[in-house]
T-cell receptor
Framework: DADVTQTPRNRITKTGKRIMLECSQT?????MYWYRQDPGLGLRLIYYSFDVKDINKGEISDGYSVSRQAQAKFSLSLESAIPNQTALYFC?????????????FGPGTRLLVL | SQQGEEDPQALSIQEGENATMNCSYK?????LQWYRQNSGRGLVHLILIRSNEREKHSGRLRVTLDTSKKSSSLLITASRAADTASYFCATDAGGSNYKLTFGKGTLLTVNP
């Protein structure tokens, strides 16, 4: 089974709808991240969390919110979806042990907002 | 804003040739990592090089780091069609409020 899973894998929604993307991990990592990827723009950080009680805004948090329900779960919500939020969304995890930090990515959620 | 910037944006080579991708960054770093992404899938970590290291090898991968020029290169030797993917560098500036900053990536196509 995959260590980092995302649901749904694909989603089509309409402008103004509220949607939630979910991420679960079995790696036991403290840190979790949400990124979006747009063609030609690479990955941009939306929100990140270093433990259950910690939430931090990333580079492009406007229009998004997150919830860290447990160490293993980190969900991303679009309160009122708009077309320019059409993108590929990735969840990632990392642990806090050691000198260096490697991130482990989920398979992604492809979101289309009409 | 992106810290790392890969060059070239796209690279097309024949199987068996070597592929070199470059990454430049702007501010001091703790370490630099390279990730690979197959089309539409999640990124996979390839290799990490620390700021006090100059070169690192892993299988067919060779990474160099020049902190004076704020640049890194990723060399893939004897490329295979399966190496076709996008490659991203990611920098870690260190500190307590840690996060990686990714570049825009190099799309590598290896033709059989």
């Amino acid at each position: 089974d995959a260590d980092v899973t995302q649901t749904p894998r694909n989603r089509i929604t309409k402008t103004g709808k509220r949607i939630m993307l979910e991420c679960s991990q079995t790696k036991g990592h403290d840190r979790m991240y949400w990124y979006r990827q747009d063609p030609g723009l690479g990955l941009r950080l939306i929100y990140y969390s270093f433990d259950v009680k910690d939430i931090n805004k990333g580079e492009i948090s406007d229009g998004y919110s997150v919830s860290r329900q447990a160490q293993a779960k980190f969900s991303l919500s679009l309160e009122s979806a708009i077309p320019n939020q059409t993108a590929l969304y990735f969840c990632a995890t990392s642990d806090t042990t050691g000198y260096q930090e490697t991130q482990y990515f989920g398979p992604g959620t492809r979101l289309l907002v009409l | 804003s992106q810290q790392g910037e890969e060059d070239p944006q796209a690279l097309s080579i024949q199987e068996g040739e070597n592929a070199t991708m470059n990454c430049s960054y702007k501010t001091s770093i703790n370490n630099l990592q390279w990730y690979r992404q197959n089309s539409g899938r999640g990124l996979v970590h390839l290799i990490l090089i620390r700021s006090n290291e100059r070169e690192k090898h892993s299988g067919r991968l060779r990474v160099t780091l020049d902190t004076s020029k704020k640049s890194s290169s990723l060399l893939i030797t004897a490329s295979r069609a399966a190496d076709t993917a996008s490659y991203f560098c990611a920098t870690d500036a260190g500190g307590s409020n840690y996060k990686l900053t990714f570049g825009k990536g190099t799309l590598l196509t290896v033709n059989p």
